[in-house]
């Protein structure tokens, strides 16, 4: 069973950065799929952005431009690079690991069977 716990999130103003790190007890194996996903409250989770075991990368696309997700294998972390902050990014954060479908991984809840409680950022603007 793989279990991922959140780090980095926090209060910032808005046009200004953060990163977000999780850290995978079980990372490469099965797990071929990793991303991070949202919740604002009042609304749905969302995905934010994916990255396959190629390193290939998918973006939501109001994120594209400002955010970065990327791996480091030998570490078992995942993170999310956030610039240009919008009081629209304000959320809980999830980071999660999944399996791919077809070949592919797609930005959907139900691909992604393993979540981490979530870290919390704040944009004030």
């Known amino acids: 069973q793989v279990q991922l716990v959140e780090s980095g999130g926090g209060p910032v103003h808005a046009g200004g950065s953060l990163t977000l790190s999780c850290a995978a007890s079980r990372f490469t194996y099965g797990m071929r799929c990793m991303g991070w996903f949202r919740q604002a409250p009042g609304k749905e989770r969302e995905g934010v952005a994916i990255?396959?075991?190629?390193?290939?990368?998918t973006y939501e696309d109001s994120v594209k431009g400002r955010f970065t997700i990327s791996k480091d294998n030998a570490k078992n972390t995942l993170y999310l690079q956030m610039n240009s902050l919008k009081s629209e990014d304000t959320a809980m954060y999830h980071c999660?690991?999944?399996?791919?479908?077809?070949?592919?991984?797609?930005?959907?809840?139900?691909?992604?069977?393993?979540w981490g409680q979530g870290t919390q950022v704040t944009v004030s603007s």
């Open positions: 999660a690991a999944g399996w791919m479908f077809g070949g592919s991984c797609r930005m959907q809840e139900q691909g992604f069977a393993y």
């Open positions: 990255i396959d075991i190629n390193g290939s990368t």
